[in-house]
């Protein structure tokens, strides 16, 4: 509800993943996030290649720099590395 509020209101959301079926399951509703105005993303990148094949995570030392990229209405690329 926050996020929806917030959205509503013409603000950006920046959204932090770290979810297991990330290429899988939810890769269709990321990307269609991805796709939306004023929704944007932390950095991802595959979490566990190996034992994981579908895994992400979002780089949490790159948050400061979303937020101000997000701030400013711009997503920080690249968005997936």
Known sequence: MAVKSHIRNNRPALLCAATNDALAGSAKNIGILMNLRNYFFVPLRQDDTQNKPT??????????????????????QPVIF
């Open 55 to 76: 895994s992400v995570i979002s780089d949490f030392a790159k948050i400061p720099e979303a937020v101000e990229s997000a701030l400013r209405g711009v997503q920080l």
